[in-house]
């Protein structure tokens, strides 16, 4: 009979496994077709070569046959006598350091308001909320070029606030321009992974804390504030990734080669001939350089995950 039901047991999970297995298995096609073979052309464009005649990249499909050629061209464009990539690399740390740290000044206000004081219309505030996300990105930041021309509405609004004389050139190669754009279009995926975090805090560990002696300030430091450390980690990092690689922003609200960041020079390359090629080594440096806050995410989720149990 022990053995009936060993046999049983092992047979139900075979049948389990290759039910979890089959119901998988659309997600791990689409993942190897639209992310797997992607990447791996990327990769094999980076270490091929270039045809000299029609100036356009030569896949080299065959990682034996791969080349550093391309990675070393990237590597002198960035530390080299001649290097331009640095700085530019270097800037877009600038901007996005400080885009994130104004867009959590932001988001963490407004999703603890929701999660505490909204009361009976939190369902409204946090439709407000996901409200951006039905309008494409493109959308949003030709909204702000109209905002932010010579004769926009921002520059009418200070000059009648007498806060300028005369009205500013927004679009004309300013970082703080480039900044608030950054901030504007990724605030509100900040906004709901806050919310999310927020509101799953135990009431009941903020009533013992003002039950022990604490106001609303040292609740907020002691103990809100700790809880949600792992939220505003998951938050930034949702941000900080796509911001670190965005091209589009600069883009459509300067132009300008003295706002430039890391994405704008990939995507030069990348839409120019005979530099295709490096164009996909920088993508991939990029992506090896963004491995460490990544790394960095799930060691401290693991590390939450464990001092939980």
Known sequence: ?????????????????????????????????????????????????LNQIFESPIPVWDPLDW?????????HDFVGQASFEGPIFFRTLVYVAIASVLSLLIAYPAAYFVTRFAGRRKVLFLALLIAPFWISYMMRMLAWIDLLQTDGY??????????????????????VTVILGLVYGYIPYLILVLYAGLDRIDQRLLEAGR??????????????????????????????????????????????????MIGN????QLNTASQESQGAALSLL??????????????QTRRASREAV
């Open 154 to 175: 921002v520059n009418r609004g200070l000059v009648d606030l007498h806060l300028i004389g005369q009205g500013v050139n927004w679009l004309g190669g300013k970082s």
């Open 265 to 268: 020079v990939i995507d030069t």
């Open 286 to 299: 990029l992506l090896v350089f963004l491995l460490a806050p990544m790394l960095y995410y799930v060691f």
């Open 1 to 49: 009979m022990a053995r009936r039901d060993r046999k049983r047991d092992w047979a139900d999970r075979d049948q389990n496994r290759w039910a979890w297995a089959a119901f998988a298995m659309p997600g791990i096609i689409w993942l190897a077709v639209l992310f797997i073979v992607p990447f791996y052309a990327v990769l094999a464009i980076a270490g091929g070569k």
């Open 211 to 260: 039950d022990l002696g604490l106001n609303r300030a040292r609740t907020f430091v002691r103990i809100t504030l700790p809880l949600s450390r792992q939220t505003i980690l998951t938050g930034l990092l949702i941000t900080v990734l796509p911001m670190v690689g965005d091209y589009f922003t600069n883009q459509m609200l300067s132009g300008s080669e003295s706002t430039a």
């Open 67 to 75: 080349t550093a050629g391309n990675f070393t061209v990237v590597y």
